[in-house]
């Protein structure tokens, strides 16, 4: 199977989990969203576009800044979540890829993508931004990967064995993600000449989860979707019962997120 294939694999099994995705994934922090409105130039009546935009996650939050988005979304499951969680907005939810949706001749101050950037074919994602962007207008993307503070909670570095043991452990020589220190795609962007870069900046934040809502969220991981049953089982299992045994029955978990702000150019 070739990366692309992977890739649109991969992309696809969110679909599965659409009514999960919606409650367990985490919103995006309002800090990082008025830093995209402050750099884009972003107010009521903006023209963005969303590329797979999932459930809404992002969307809702700046459609009640009063903007004006197109959603990408080719997963029919996600996509009628979407609907309703957008219902009453100026929101248009589009069944379609970036890839092969046509623009027809619209223009918008922004593009983005929030945790989707990573599932477009990298040969055309940063020219069908620039394709579809008014002259000066913005892309904007940024992720929510998981950080482990110094002090954070030996939780997960306790679960690892687990992992392990069902025969998923770390890449050999993995970096440990810590907040503030993710890598960012500025070579990137920079590399095709068609942006430049405007702002780079991250933001983490932090959620306590009982082991049900835990469980929820590694649900809607690629690669949680597609293990055995008997390794699901084993892991949650194991996860049920290390947080059956803290007092107050909660791990701590830290996210990250770069966001990434870029000008079109000419």
Avoid at 55 to 84: F, H, N, Q, S, Y
Avoid at 118 to 124: K, M, S
Avoid at 196 to 219: G, K, P, S, T
Wanted: glycine share 8%; with cysteine.
């Amino acid at each position: 199977m070739s990366e692309s294939e992977d890739r649109l694999r991969l992309a696809a099994t969110f679909d599965t989990v659409a009514a999960t995705y919606q409650r367990a994934r985490p919103d995006y922090p309002a800090a990082l969203l008025d830093h995209l409105q402050h750099v884009a130039r972003l107010g009521p009546g903006s023209r963005l576009l969303e590329i797979g935009c999932a459930t809404g996650k992002a969307t809702l939050p700046l459609a009640r800044r009063g903007m004006r988005i197109t959603c990408l979304e080719p997963g029919r499951a996600l996509a009628a979540v979407a609907r309703r969680t957008l219902a009453g907005n100026d929101v248009e939810v589009v069944d379609a890829t970036f890839e092969d949706w046509e623009a027809g001749g619209r223009r918008f101050d922004l593009v983005f993508a929030a945790t989707a950037w990573h599932w477009i074919d990298p040969v055309v994602r940063y020219q069908r931004a620039f394709d579809v962007l008014e002259p000066r207008g913005h892309l904007a993307f940024w992720g929510a990967t998981h950080v482990i503070p110094y002090d954070g909670d030996s939780f997960f570095e306790e679960i690892q064995e687990v992992y392990d043991r069902i025969g998923e452990p770390l890449p050999e020589g993995a970096a440990v993600p810590r907040p503030q220190e993710l890598p960012d795609e500025r070579a990137e962007i920079e590399a095709g000449g068609l942006f430049e870069v405007v702002d780079i900046r991250q933001f983490d934040w932090e959620i306590a989860y009982d082991a049900d809502a835990y469980i929820a969220l590694l649900d809607t991981f690629s690669g949680h979707i597609e293990m055995a049953d008997w390794q699901r089982d084993l892991l949650y299992g194991e996860i049920r019962r290390r947080l059956g045994q803290r007092p107050d029955g909660l791990l701590r978990r830290h996210w990250g997120a770069v966001l990434h702000v870029a000008r079109r150019r000419g």
